[in-house]
């Protein structure tokens, strides 16, 4: 399989700064899947669309995951204008990514989520995917770094926020939670949130998390 056949350039209007630019994407039909983690992780064949899924203006220095890239009050393109692009060194990611620049876009959309008052699941999910692309790239301690700081949004989100516009829903999110704390050695908590996901009304409609859910909740009682 070649590089030309997996990858293809989608042309983005920037919402900030009105400039097009070209982003690369992974060809769905391309992909080959070969092994998936407990916390969703998924590794391919040849190249993972994990990295392409911020756009990262060139001009502006805004960015944002493809599903959020558009939505931006006035009031918050003034935040992007006066916080990023004043300070942004105008240089292009829409290329090939390595890891490391994957790193950089994720890092900097997080940074502009933070700006931007983003929900607490939104940052939560941009830094289990910083967690993932450290766990390809072998860092643990960077890995567990954002682990916690994913858990801690997403608690804080559960806890404390509508779970609607978001692509979480409180079955696969307590399940996630209590997954996060079991690779952080947090046993106990672990336990707790996989109870909260078998008490969920919601848990025999979904057969293959179920199983998930008491594989993972056997293997931290077990830990």
């Not at 392409?52 to 003034?78: D, M, Q, W």
């Amino acid at each position: 399989m070649t590089e030309i056949d997996e990858l293809y350039d989608k042309k983005v209007g920037c919402p900030i700064c009105n400039m097009e630019f070209e982003s690369k994407k992974v060809r769905a039909s391309r992909l080959r899947l070969i092994k998936r983690d407990e916390d969703f992780l998924s590794y391919y064949e040849g190249e993972n669309p994990l990295k392409y899924n911020i756009f990262l203006c060139p001009n502006c220095g805004y960015a944002a995951t493809e599903g959020k890239f558009n939505s931006v009050t006035k009031e918050e393109k003034e935040i992007v204008l006066k916080e990023i692009t004043s300070k942004w060194n105008k240089r292009s990611y829409g290329g090939k990514r390595t890891v490391d620049e994957a790193i950089i876009t994720y890092k900097l959309a997080l940074y502009i989520g933070q700006l931007l008052d983003y929900k607490k699941i939104d940052l939560g999910s941009l830094c289990l995917s910083l967690a993932w692309l450290y766990r390809i790239k072998g860092e643990e301690d960077e890995e567990k770094r954002f682990l916690i700081l994913t858990r801690n949004f997403y608690e804080e989100g559960f806890h404390g926020e509508s779970l609607i516009d978001t692509n979480m829903d409180e079955l696969k999110l307590s399940y996630l939670i209590g997954e996060i704390n079991r690779r952080l050695g947090e046993k106990d908590e672990a336990v707790k949130w996989f109870n909260t996901a078998l008490s969920n009304p919601n848990i025999n409609s979904n057969l293959m998390l179920e199983k998930m859910v008491r594989e993972q909740w056997r293997l931290a009682r077990e830990g």
